[in-house]
């Protein structure tokens, strides 16, 4: 069994990344295939980020039109991974 401190880690990283085949191993449980249920977690994070930075910068969002926004949203998130 994988430490606890080893397994949120690895599972922030590869929910960050572009190819999180990684962490997907560690993903046994259950039906889904592992890939597919990792991707749906990439989605739901890096949905719920850009969300956030739309909320913190709403001027900017209006400035530089929404479409563009999510487009450098997702840029800086999946640098920032």
Do not use: H, W
């Amino acid at each position: 069994m994988l430490p606890l401190e080893y397994l949120q880690t690895t599972m922030a990283r590869s929910v960050l990344a572009i190819e999180p085949t990684v962490s997907a191993k560690m993903l046994t449980a259950g039906k889904a295939d592992p890939l597919a249920r990792l991707r749906i977690y990439q989605n739901n994070t890096r949905s719920s980020l850009t969300a956030v930075l739309m909320a913190v910068f709403p001027v900017t969002v209006r400035l530089v039109d929404e479409r563009f926004f999510r487009y450098v949203a997702s840029e800086f998130i999946r640098r920032a991974g």
